[in-house]
């Protein structure tokens, strides 16, 4: 749970950026629109396979042998 302590002489709008960063930090929103709505287990599967399959196909479109540049020399 995400918490801040403000000072006395403290900048409010201080504190409340202070508390935006650790919320994001702590990616407390992103699993709040995760858990939004309830997700199949077949779905959830299937979104994470489609990532590896994606995190796959760029690994393999990035690792091959560097490119060749064509001079006009």
Partial sequence: MASIY???NENLEKAI?????MVEKEGIIREYKK???YEKPSTILTRKNKAIQRKLLKKNHSGGK???SKSAY
């Fill in 6 to 8: 403000v000072e006395e």
């Fill in 17 to 21: 950026k202070r508390f935006k960063r």
């Fill in 35 to 37: 858990r939004e709505y």
């Fill in 66 to 68: 560097p490119h060749e």
